[in-house]
């Protein structure tokens, strides 16, 4: 290593705190056994150090020859892990630009955007293999009159039809014990991946099947625009209806921009759309795309990070953190469902992948594609101001129609255990008719209060200021949001009379319908039926076969699920955000009803939904039934716009946590005065509190924020950058935490 005690790495490490450490590189004798040379220290590579008393694991982020610390006094680092970035030069840069937008610590930036096996050390590297007849399968592809193993021969034909492929690959086509069984009867032999040139990825250009399906002229516009911008930065917003063909489009705009040198990425929401997605593309595509989710084991997530890295993956689809995924390749990028919040981190390094995602096309010069069927207001806002492209599709296709939306007016219908007669009738009727119904309840658990009707006590949590839910399945009473659980009483703590559950979660809607509607099989999709690996699949996959008639469920039915059968949607309480003070609390309400609406209908079968509510001449529920999603954002936008909220501002949260709540107070005032006495705060910002969170004390620890609203991104970010510093050096009372959020979805 040339002139190695001249450099200097700084490397992020992952720690809360905001710089960067300096560090010698190690000896040229640590390299590892067997390496003719040692790697050259460049930023992107991993490396381990001394910290402490302790031996950590960062990135190199910088090599320089100066540092504020005296040579002298600079550890040496022990090891350069790697022997080139783990980054693609956008990638890396997106990294860096993400640590100051959202003012995190770099370190935890980094470590974000890596799997944890890569975390702990292990190789980047991956160790390609494709597999290839031997003689002996050969041989036996010539006598096609035996019938012995034809699952085994059709992957013998395909090996020679098209040369020899990855294991990835033919798992996917075959299944894995097909390939096991091929293997062990001689015929088939692992080989070292072959390289091509410089500049291509190693993975064979993935060809799209023919489907049935016929583009709509809108469906043919949308593609022709995304793949009209090949090669340079645009941004498409495709709002299609429910049910409209999105996946379809974005299959073919992938199938034409990837060719035979491009690499896509495809963002999900939720992992439960994942399984769905793939299928979809498994199906159209002759080659596996790679897959990124925090469901996968760390050996799976580290196999798909290294495949979409070395270009052997040319889709890669994941969650929120997949928009960090290495694609040096990157020609496209799609985000399925844009509007959703679960693209927002909320714990920890608080991101949008979304806004990510815009990001990372820009500095790659790629198109990406924003789909939804209720797009959010700051998308539809950059699409009025003309820095998205709106690609609009208005209909389903061929014999589907948008369901039709009903209000039943609960105050002049008996209700059974949260069902209307109208609700009930309506299961009934469609039942009969073989279709399957959603019933839609955004609670999980039993009942979400347990009450006493002589004295008025209620179940609360002993660390929570919030009340305790009722479970059946196991009984208990549990906190949704500190995860305290105790057994259920029976009687009043107060009083000692009996207790009644009080509203309605998924468990009592299930046991509801199993007594109105015996004999008919019911799924319930929340997240205690879904807390086990695989049970998501399993059932959405009794679903989709017919297995089950009705499927109870909450937020989580509203994402984006394809079951074509569904006649009917009932919304068992849309009165849930009407009268809620978070201020994105009817956009979120219109994209509910809308998605979980959507549903309905699909297929060749008619749809339809009803909606209970006791305030059936809301404006809002009007505004929707009437006029559809685009009439009510047109109309909150300018509500938004009159209040000075997002779009039409910025925003950041300054949250902090502690045991005691006059440390939480004293620490947010003291930043409140250096936020007045900043320079910036001259300049259009505004410093809101503090104030108590909604929920002021959460685990035992109470919670308040302080909100700094802002005219744009750049006034925003220069107050930030003041400010934050003198934040810092804030004498912090022992056990407060705070952080930051930018751009934040919820003021809570």
């Known amino acids: 290593m040339e002139n190695s005690d001249s450099l200097i790495l700084q490397v992020a490490i992952d720690t809360p705190l905001r710089r960067v450490f300096d560090y010698l590189p190690p000896p040229v004798t640590a390299t590892p056994a067997g390496v003719a040379d040692p790697p050259r220290p460049q930023p992107g590579i991993r490396v381990r150090i001394p ?441 009043c703590e107060a009083c000692g009379r009996d207790l009644h559950p009080v509203g309605h979660g998924t468990e009592r809607i299930e046991e509801t319908l199993v007594r109105l509607f015996p004999g008919h099989a019911i799924a319930r999709l929340d997240r205690d039926t879904v807390a086990t690996r695989g049970a998501i699949d399993a059932l959405l996959a009794r679903v989709r076969r017919g297995d089950a008639r009705i499927l109870v469920g909450t937020q989580m039915l509203t994402k984006g699920h394809d079951f074509p059968e569904i006649g009917l949607v009932v919304i068992l309480d849309a009165d849930q955000g009407l009268f809620a003070t978070d201020y994105r609390a009817a956009e979120r309400l219109a994209q509910t009803i809308i998605q979980v609406a959507g549903r309905a209908g699909r297929g060749a079968r008619p749809g339809e939904v009803l909606i209970q509510t006791e305030f059936p001449d809301h404006p809002l529920l009007r505004l929707l039934i009437d006029a559809g999603y685009e009439a009510f954002a047109t109309q909150a936008l300018a509500e938004r716009r009159e209040a000075r909220w997002p779009p039409f501002a910025r925003l950041a949260l300054l949250r902090a946590d502690a045991k005691d709540p006059a440390r939480v107070d004293a620490f947010l005032h003291a930043a409140a005065r250096l936020g007045h006495a900043t320079p910036g705060a001259a300049g259009g910002v505004v410093l809101l509190g503090p104030a108590s969170a909604l929920i002021a004390r959460r685990a035992d620890r109470h919670r308040a924020h302080l909100l700094i609203e802002a005219e744009n991104r750049s006034t925003l970010q220069r107050f930030l950058g003041e400010w934050l510093p003198r934040v810092e050096n804030l004498p912090a009372p022992h056990g407060l935490r705070w952080s930051l959020d930018v751009d934040p979805l919820e003021v809570d």
């Not at 930036?109 to 597999?131: I, K, N, T």
């Not at 645009?234 to 974005?250: F, N, Q, R």
């Not at 909320?346 to 209720?374: C, K, P, W």
């Not at 209307?420 to 658990?445: C, D, E, K, W, Y």
Request: charged letters at 20%; hydrophobic letters at 45%; one cysteine or more.
């Open 51 to 491: 910290f402490g008393h302790s031996t950590k694991l960062g990135v190199v982020v910088a090599v320089t020859d100066r540092s504020d610390v005296p040579r002298a006094k600079l550890r040496r680092a022990y090891e350069l892990i790697d022997h080139e970035p783990l980054f693609d030069p956008v990638g890396f840069d997106l990294l860096r630009w993400a640590a100051d937008y959202y003012h995190h610590p770099i370190g935890e930036v980094f470590a974000a955007a890596l799997p944890v096996a890569l975390r702990a050390g292990r190789s980047a590297q991956a160790h390609p293999v494709e597999w290839e007849p031997t003689a002996l399968g050969l041989a036996e592809t010539g006598s096609p009159s035996d019938r012995r193993a034809p699952h085994q021969r059709a992957l013998l034909a395909h090996l020679q039809a098209h040369g020899p492929r990855p294991t990835a690959e033919l798992v996917a086509v075959f299944d894995a014990a097909i390939v096991r069984a091929a293997a062990t009867r001689g015929w088939i032999r692992e080989r070292p991946r072959s390289t091509l040139p410089a500049g291509v990825p190693p993975g064979a250009a993935p060809r799209l099947r023919s489907s049935p399906i016929e583009l709509s002229e809108a469906q043919r516009l949308a593609v022709a625009a995304i793949v009209e911008s090949a090669g340079r930065f645009a941004v498409h917003l495709l709002h299609g209806v429910t049910g409209s063909g999105k996946t379809e489009v974005y299959l073919r705009a992938i199938a034409t921009l990837i060719g035979a040198r491009g690499q896509a990425l495809v963002l999900v929401p939720e992992i439960s759309l994942t399984p769905q997605l793939v299928e979809r593309f498994q199906d159209r595509f002759d080659s596996a795309p790679a897959i990124l989710h925090s469901g996968l084991a760390a050996g799976e997530r580290l196999e798909a990070w290294r495949r979409a890295r070395s270009g052997e993956a040319r889709i890669v689809i994941g969650t929120r953190s997949a928009v960090f995924a290495p694609l040096p390749w990157l020609a496209l990028i799609i985000v399925d469902e844009e509007h959703d919040p679960s693209y927002k981190q909320h714990e920890g390094f608080r991101y949008s992948a979304r806004d990510l995602a815009v990001m990372r096309a820009q500095r790659a010069n790629v198109g990406i594609v924003l789909g939804s069927a209720t797009p959010s207001l700051e998308s539809l806002e950059n699409a009025t101001q003309g820095r998205y492209r709106k690609l609009t599709l208005p209909e389903r296709p061929g014999a589907a129609r948008a369901a039709r939306m009903h209000l039943v007016d609960l105050r002049r219908h008996a209700v059974d255990h949260g069902f209307s007669q109208p609700a009930i009738a309506a299961i009934s009727t469609h039942l009969a008719a073989g279709a399957q119904v959603i019933v839609f309840q955004n609670r999980r658990g039993y009942a979400p209060t347990l009450y006493c009707a002589a004295c008025g006590w209620v179940a609360t949590c002993a660390h929570c200021d919030a009340r305790l839910t009722l479970h059946r399945h196991p009984a208990g009473l549990r906190c949704h949001h500190c995860g305290a659980q105790r057994a259920p009483a029976s009687h």
